[in-house]
């Protein structure tokens, strides 16, 4: 079945390092691939999304790339703050899941010291 | 009010209790859905409506029952559950439940529920 699997956390910078969080995915056809953003004590934010390969979502600071060849959806930002100290899921939305149906990863926490 | 409203914020409730959850969305969608969020684990889906029809039931046992009276509310409601039922539940809606790639989800703050 369709699945997403991210690096596991916690991942903890420093303020103003490079951040990658790895996704990859599988799935039958072609999703369209988001990630997912969760403050302490909140629910899940929309940060950015890419309906097909090679879309670049960009938000905040922000960017993915959809790779169709590595299936992969790698989150990136070049200089992180404090701020951006939360859970990441990277979620994939297939055809083949039926229309209404995300999948998610497990999650990727990530601590910014100042 | 903002987005969607999730009470209550935690739960405390014994395995014989009966305790519903409840969520309210003010934007005007038409498809709310039920999460389950546990440590160190997925999110996993496990009801979706659509028109107030239900239109996904993810295998969930049959001691959490999902209600939808109108398109601007859900409730969850939990009886003789066990301890491992204890997690974050998450609802959330969106638009047009067909074209989820165009209509991203909006999640409410969940509730935390302890089962003792």
């Known amino acids: 079945g369709d699945s997403v699997t991210q690096m596991e956390g916690p991942v903890t910078l420093s303020e103003e390092a490079f951040l990658t969080i790895n996704c990859t995915y599988t799935?039958?056809?072609?999703?369209?691939l988001f990630w997912y953003v969760q403050y302490p004590g909140e629910g899940l934010q929309l940060l950015l999304k890419?309906?097909?390969?090679?879309d670049k979502g960009s938000n905040k600071g922000f960017e993915a790339t959809y790779r169709k060849e590595t299936t992969s959806f790698h989150l990136e930002k070049g200089s992180v703050q404090v701020s951006d100290s939360a859970v990441y899921f990277c979620?994939?939305?297939?055809?083949?899941?039926?229309?209404?149906?995300?999948?998610f990863g497990q999650g990727t926490r990530l601590t910014i010291n100042p | 009010e903002t987005g969607v409203t999730q009470t209550p914020r935690h739960l405390v409730m014994g395995m014989t209790n009966k305790k519903s959850l409840k969520c309210e969305q003010h934007?005007?969608?038409?498809?709310m859905y039920w999460y389950k969020q546990s440590a160190k684990k997925p999110l996993e889906l496990m009801f979706v409506?659509?028109?107030?029809?239900?239109?996904e039931n993810n295998s969930v046992p049959s001691r959490f029952s999902p209600e939808c009276p109108n398109s601007s509310h859900l409730f969850l409601h939990l009886h003789t559950l066990q301890p491992e039922d204890s997690a974050l539940y998450l609802c959330?809606?969106?638009?047009?439940?067909?074209?989820?790639?165009?209509?991203?989800?909006?999640f409410g703050n969940g509730t935390r529920l302890t089962v003792t």
């Open positions: 979620a994939l939305s297939a055809p083949r899941s039926g229309a209404q149906k995300l999948v």
């Open positions: 934007l005007g969608h038409n498809a």
């Open positions: 409506y659509s028109l107030e029809e239900r239109v």
């Open positions: 799935a039958t056809g072609y999703p369209s």
């Open positions: 959330a809606s969106s638009q047009a439940p067909g074209q989820i790639n165009n209509s991203p989800l909006h």
């Open positions: 890419a309906t097909k390969a090679d």
